[in-house]
């Protein structure tokens, strides 16, 4: 499923394509600002969306076999809810 897929499932149940695509858009924006500003988004049941911070490490070149170092960064991580855990599980 891609993000034309979602909103054409919001679009089933909103019935507007203009109504649902802002919708999806709005929620998406709002999941990067609050990770942008260092946030974490829980939405319970179904996961928790938050920043984690990757430190510094050395990395090689895979072509030359070269070391090379790569910075420390911060990225975005998401863990699953139990209910998403469960309806996974749940289908064979």
């Known amino acids: 499923m891609n993000k034309g897929d979602l909103v054409n499932e919001v679009v089933a149940v909103v019935g507007k394509k203009k109504v649902a695509e802002a919708a999806v858009n709005c929620v998406l924006e709002a999941i990067t600002g609050a990770l942008k500003k260092g946030e974490s988004v829980t939405l319970v049941g ?47």
């Open 46 to 92: 179904f996961g928790t969306f938050k920043v984690a911070k990757r430190a510094a490490r050395t990395g090689r070149n895979p072509q030359t076999g070269k070391p090379l170092k790569i910075k420390a960064k911060k990225v975005p991580r998401f863990t699953a809810g139990k209910k998403l855990k469960d309806a996974v599980a749940a289908t064979k």
